[in-house]
């Protein structure tokens, strides 16, 4: 039997619904009903794990802002802007004007000066995936331009690759004051951006760039050395791609090109990592390993 929804419910469901949509999260999943005899129950639920502390406040200012006449309640269920778009290059534009001049969070008042989206090939089979922009990447609105940025290319040259081959990102896509570690609210407020760019590109492998990405990306809260050395299955979360056939990307953790400049005895363990890389994508090994 259909549960009851009372009118209440449906615009609160309703607005819920636009809440999300604001976030960049536009795919929910119908949950079974289950018996607890809860009239919200059996309806919708974004495809995001929600912990209590995230639980949105649905002020009362911030309701009647966004009240939906009862009749169109469920117009709001829209899908993302990219659905259905095949054409990468679309599909990401999409996603950048969906993410607008972004203030979702605090940093867009802490000091960035641009949107950092991502750089790369939009039908990359790898994806790297670094923390935040920094300095050098706030001014010039791309990822990894800076030192380690360099570092990074020549990591990516050392596959046999250049860098327009791959496509490159960051779990935040602003430069936090101070390049501090970004908090976990902004990771959790700017990831579905990226979740949505992985599901466009559809790599057949993702690196993350040191523990902030890794941990974000894995919801595994574990040390590097305990990370590193292995292959995961990623599927982005919260989104479904186009293409039914890709069921995900293979994901590896390496160590942050920054740490590597700080402490470069351990390039011989971050190329191991890529080593790894490369015989998943068949790519050859070139003669000798990188100098930098
Ligand atoms: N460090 C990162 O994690 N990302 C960048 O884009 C630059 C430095």
Redesign the pocket.
């Given at each position: 039997m259909r549960p009851t929804i009372s009118a209440d419910v449906r615009r609160a469901l309703a607005e819920r619904i636009r809440y999300y949509q604001e976030l960049g999260i536009y795919d929910f999943y119908r949950r079974d009903a289950v018996a607890t005899g809860s009239e919200t129950s059996g309806v919708l639920s974004p495809e995001i794990p929600i912990q209590p502390e995230q639980r949105e406040d649905m002020s009362p200012r911030k309701a009647t802002a966004r009240a939906v006449p009862e009749e169109n309640i469920f117009e709001v269920i829209a899908s993302r802007p990219e659905t259905g778009v095949n054409d990468p290059v679309r599909a990401l534009k999409m996603i950048r004007e969906d993410l607008g001049d972004c203030t979702r969070c605090r940093l867009a008042k802490q000091g960035r000066k641009q949107i950092?989206f991502g750089v790369g090939n939009p039908n990359a089979d790898l994806m790297f995936i670094?923390?935040?922009?920094?300095a050098n990447?706030d001014q010039q609105g791309e990822?990894?331009v800076?030192r380690?940025?360099q570092l990074l290319t020549n990591m990516i040259k050392a596959m046999g690759l250049e860098r327009s081959q791959v496509y490159i990102a960051?779990i935040i896509k602003c430069r936090p004051p101070n390049n501090r570690t970004p908090e976990r609210d902004e990771c959790e407020t700017c990831s579905p951006f990226l979740m949505r760019q992985v599901a466009t590109i559809k790599p057949k492998a993702i690196v993350a760039?040191?523990a902030v990405a890794a941990r974000t990306l894995l919801a595994i809260n574990d040390s590097m050395s305990n990370l590193r050395g292995r292959w995961y299955e990623f599927k982005p979360t919260g989104v479904r791609s186009n293409d039914p056939s890709w069921e995900g990307a293979k994901l590896a953790v390496t160590y942050?090109p920054?740490f590597l400049l700080r402490d470069p005895r351990q390039k011989k363990e971050a190329w191991k990592d890529l080593q790894m890389v490369m015989k998943e994508l068949g790519l050859k090994a070139p003669a000798k390993t990188p100098e930098s």
């Open positions: 950092v670094g923390e935040a922009p920094g990447e990822p990894f800076g380690a940025g960051n760039l040191g942050h920054a």
